[in-house]
């Protein structure tokens, strides 16, 4: 296990990961770390807030335990079922024995050997290595309900199964939580987080990323990479590229063999960076040449 004792100790160990960050980001996870507070982390979509949750996990030798948030997300789904084919199952098997007492059948069914556990009640057990990191993925795409749930959660760090009691975590877990801001997240549970918005980073922070995840890259072409993708943030796009798909695309030059950016490279490879064909099209034709001279004339120097 990594011992993070300041801030630029969790700026190496992320690194390490293969996860540039700024100071301001590896603060606000130094400080969920140190006070044990879940950390919100906002930002556009693509900009790196699930992988630092990943990271995270990874430096600290942690279990990573994800919930995928969607709408219409309940709590029986993030944090326990009822294995009902198993429990029929016993029920029939029990009758066929002659066992009619129906106070004990119901005793043995609702034990932790029927349950079925979700995300949030992993979270709550002891797990090997430490308190696992919890990642509350895209909190933004559930609805008010399921968030005035999540705060007995994260407040106490407990979960309450009617058949069972209230169930404590004996360690908290390391809570990160995520959003792409489709819409706003309502105040009371953001008062119970450290809060930190990941923007896209600047020319050299994702040169540098590049270089961490795509080291076979060289390194004129990542820079041109880099710069390109960043004069394509400045487009009228209706979704912007974000650093995954800065990554994504220069793995894909490398499986060309590409060795520098051409009107035709950028063309046959736009689906890497963009995921809507209207914003494909915008980038046909001379559109790519204009942007790629553009960006080889302000492209700074090495």
């Known amino acids: ?16 990961e293969g996860y540039v960050c700024g100071r ?4 606000a996870v130094f400080l969920s770390l140190r006070l044990g507070r879940p950390l919100f982390l906002e930002g556009e979509a693509g900009t790196g807030k699930t992988e630092i949750a990943k990271a995270i996990a990874a430096a600290l030798g942690r279990r990573l335990i994800r919930l995928q948030c969607y709408e219409g997300l309940d709590a029986s789904s993030a944090v326990y079922e009822w294995n009902f084919a198993a429990q029929m199952i016993a029920l029939r098997a029990a009758e066929a024995g002659g066992n009619a007492d129906s106070a004990a059948l119901t005793d043995q069914l609702f034990t932790e050997k029927f349950l079925i556990e979700r995300p949030l009640l992993q979270a709550m057990r002891p797990q090997p290595g430490g308190a696992p990191v919890l990642l509350i993925d895209e909190i933004d795409r559930t609805d008010a309900p399921f968030e005035a749930f999540l705060l ?18 004996p360690a908290p877990p390391i809570v990160i939580l995520t959003s792409n801001r ?3 997240v309502h105040d009371a549970l953001k008062r119970r987080c450290l809060y930190a918005w990941v923007d896209y980073p600047d020319f050299e ?23 390109f993708v960043q004069a394509l943030r400045t487009e009228d796009l209706f979704k912007k590229p974000g650093v995954a798909e800065t990554i994504d695309w220069a793995k894909c030059l ?13 063309a046959d490879t736009l689906g890497a960076l963009l995921k809507y064909q209207d914003d494909i099209a915008k980038l046909q034709g001379s559109e790519a040449a204009r942007l790629l001279d553009q960006v080889r004339a302000a492209l700074p120097p090495a």
């Open 254 to 266: 490398l499986a060309l063999d590409a060795v520098a950016l051409s009107p035709q490279v950028v």
């Open 182 to 184: 489709t819409r706003e």
């Open 1 to 16: 296990m990594t011992d993070i004792a300041s801030i630029d100790d969790v700026q190496q160990a992320l690194a390490h």
């Open 152 to 169: 007995e959660a994260l407040s106490d760090f407990q979960v309450t199964i009617p058949e069972l009691g209230t169930i404590r975590a």
């Open 24 to 27: 301001a980001l590896a603060t």
């Open 205 to 227: 922070r994702e040169a540098e990323i590049l270089a961490a995840r795509a080291p076979a890259l060289s390194a004129s072409l990542s820079r041109e990479v880099v710069a």
